[in-house]
């Protein structure tokens, strides 16, 4: 092993100690699969899926490690004795977040600029699913954090493309255009847009369609969206009330949120950085309590909830680990995967190393497509 890989194994075990200890989690000593009993009666049930990236990386001894814990309670309690959950989730790609979260979505490191509004070169899973399965656009949906991501939902790939793939909800975005008057006013701390390049900010397509999607899509007034964010202390909670309202009412089969105010972390200031892991810790129980109330979502749902990737340690004399993810050290490229929902085991650490990229061969082998250009393996556990 390579001293990153041994400090990856590293990582990993002590993830799978810490839970134990706390979670009383068992540990998967080999390879198990899901129940396919439970397959079966999911099968009859149109089968739904939602991943979470998990707020642009928190390091273990803010989270999992025993001194982290306080600030992810819910998450321990609620989640990890529900889930089976990976330890060990390599990203070997670039670590910026549109590019790594675009990677998660096509199964392939994608090299695009991270700073720029240009769609990934190989197809997406939603383009995969939409294509296979002959869904339409209203069936998979994309929420995410800041302009930079509006061209996520659909590749440049021949043969895919724009007509496949996802629709895509800035709520930030929305809220500019819902309220062109909201700079100075109490609401710009839900506007931030980009905390890694204060300087980015990137083309958008026309107010008007966006704003129509409020009105014809989530069946949101103008008023009443505007109202309701006011009342929002951050923008993820802004996403997760976007995606509430589009899983009741378009109850989309593939949902994709990206929550991001962890990064407020390269600001540098670690208290910022600790209320966004906690606010993550609560908005994740929240999607997976909405799952639970939702008809549509209720037993045939299986939530992901995974990291980009981490930041970095405190190796560096004199760095501020948490702040950045600029060394691409193994604390930045080691995280975990949560994986909960019918037939999935419970309350299972799993120590083997997982990559990135086994993300969309794992939903493909779930709702039944092939990704023929993503270069990840199903995680035979979950499917
Ligand atoms: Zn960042």
Redesign the pocket.
């Known amino acids: 092993m390579t001293p990153a890989q041994q400090l990856a194994h590293t990582l990993g075990r002590s993830r799978r100690d810490f839970l134990r200890d706390a979670a009383g989690l068992a540990v998967g000593s080999a390879l198990f699969s899901a129940s396919p009993l439970v397959r079966g009666a999911v099968a009859q049930k149109k089968r739904k899926t939602i991943v979470i990236t998990f707020g642009?990386?928190a390091r273990d001894q803010e989270t999992f490690s025993p001194e982290g814990q306080e600030n992810v309670p819910n998450m321990l309690k609620q989640l990890i004795p529900r889930s089976s959950f990976f330890t060990q989730v390599e990203n070997q790609g670039i670590l910026?977040?549109y590019v790594a979260t675009a990677s998660l979505a096509t199964g392939v490191y994608e090299t695009l600029n991270n700073f720029s509004a240009v769609p990934p070169q190989h197809p997406t899973v939603f383009e995969y699913f939409r294509k296979d399965l002959r869904r339409p656009v209203s069936d998979a949906w994309v929420v995410a954090p800041s302009n930079g991501f509006n061209r996520i939902g659909a590749s440049d790939h021949r043969g895919y493309g724009d007509g496949l793939g996802a629709g895509v909800i800035l709520p930030k975005h929305l809220l500019r255009a819902a309220m062109p008057a909201i700079s100075g006013s109490d609401a710009t701390h839900l506007l931030r847009d980009n905390?890694?390049d204060p300087f980015y900010t990137p083309e958008m397509a026309g107010n008007e369609v966006q704003l129509k999607q409020l009105d014809e899509i989530l069946r949101l007034s103008v008023g009443d969206f505007t109202h309701h964010a006011l009342t929002l202390s951050s923008p993820d909670e802004l996403s997760v009330y976007i995606a509430r309202q589009l899983m009741r009412q378009l109850a989309p089969s593939l949902l994709w949120i990206t929550l991001h105010d962890i990064?407020i972390?390269?600001s540098g200031a670690y208290s910022l950085y600790i209320d966004g892991i906690r606010r993550t810790d609560r908005l994740c129980v929240e999607l997976w309590n909405a799952i639970q109330s939702e008809p549509e979502y209720k037993d045939c749902t299986t939530m992901f909830i995974l990291p980009d990737f981490g930041r970095d340690s405190d190796a560096d004399a004199g760095g501020n680990g948490f702040q950045?993810?600029r060394t691409g050290d193994a604390l930045s490229r080691t995280t975990w995967l949560m994986a909960l929902g019918p037939g999935v085991r419970q309350g299972v650490a799993v120590n083997r190393p997982v990559d990135s990229l086994d993300l969309v061969p794992t939903l493909g082998a779930l709702f039944g497509f092939p990704t023929p250009l993503a270069q990840g393996k199903p995680i035979t556990e979950v499917i």
């Open positions: 642009g990386g910026g977040h905390y890694e990064d972390a390269h950045h993810h």
